[in-house]
């Protein structure tokens, strides 16, 4: 689960990692509060207005500002809230602001003794451990850095037995070239970092830029942070950050029926149990000539209710042509879900696009007799082949 800049910082600030203060606004008054407050408290000419969508690269599309005074802190906002803001990450679409972050200014006199570093603890999958990836180029986008000059990025592997050590920590400061009072605080900025990604059970923890300042702090002045789905069960606080508002509302509408769903851009609907053999349904689609609309997975136990619910959100999709059923009976029985799509279809009425529905395991002859009997405009197959053949028709008719 994604959760914006500021949320970040809360719970980096609450493991005791030092951060960028700042107070978000929903709108431009609320914003030259903020900016009041900040300058009160930390004696500063300047304040940052940070837009707050789940993607980066926002700087470049205009969602950063700063602002030397209450006027331009005004004016600041008003252009970056309801803007919809275009980055590298969103897409050509775009992404609607409608908070804003005003931040304090971190890049105070002596800013030539400034440096920003890169810093982001993230799984390695291949090796099955965590990671800590970190560069000297902060500040930019590291794809870059590893394109040009990989040998700039380091990687320092930690033992889950023992977690970071005091070495490890102490040898990323190094290599990051700070010395003195600064290297003293990067290595309690990296534990306290690494402390905060283990506790949270994040799968990202990104901070880019890591700032020392001139008078030797470390900041973090961003901060991507990823949550586990999986352990929200664990952190009510952390789960109630989830911003649906930024999230695709087909996957909202899924995730509240505890369907998994991603939406694609294809013409060929897939309702499935389980995510293994919806990625072979997916594939059996481009086979067959056509491009998968969604990714949808309807568990172990799907019935008419998951049925229909997986109906409604893939004929919300315009571009949706046909939807294949790919259904294997092992722990449902195949009847129950040919009873689940027949109630399903009658349900809901017309549905303008035919649906190919393959059912293989227990009761799979039942259940096939079931739709063929059922007057419905649904193919019935048992065979993949068959399914992919009558994926191929339809899709010729429809052409």
Known sequence: M???EYQGKQILKSFGVNVQEGIVADTPEQAVEAAKQLKIDYNSDWVVIKAQIHAGGRGKGGGVKLAKNLDEVKQRATDIIGMQLVTPQ????????SKILVAQDVYYPGASETKEFYISVLLDRAAGRNIIM???EGGMDIE????HTPHLIFKEEIDPKVGLQG??????AFNLGVSGAAFKEMV???????KAYEATDSSMFEINPVLKT??????????KVNLDENALFRHADYAAMRDVTEEDPMEVEASASNLNFVNLDGNVGCMVNGAGLA???????????GEPANFLDVGGTANAQTVKAAFNIILKDPNVKAILINIFGGIVRCDRVAQGVIDAYQEIGNIPVPIICRLQGTNAEEAKKLIDESGLQVYSAIALKEAADLVTKVLAEKA
């Open 167 to 172: 070495f490890q920590a102490r040898k990323i």
């Open 134 to 136: 970190y560069s000297t």
């Open 144 to 147: 870059e850095v590893a394109e």
């Open 188 to 194: 309690k900025f990296v534990t306290a970092l690494y």
């Open 2 to 4: 994604n959760i914006h």
């Open 90 to 97: 969103t897409g050509p679409e775009g992404k609607l602001v």
């Open 214 to 223: 001139s008078d030797d702090k470390v900041i973090a002045v961003d901060a």
């Open 279 to 289: 990625m072979a349904t997916m594939d059996i689609i481009k086979l067959a000539g």
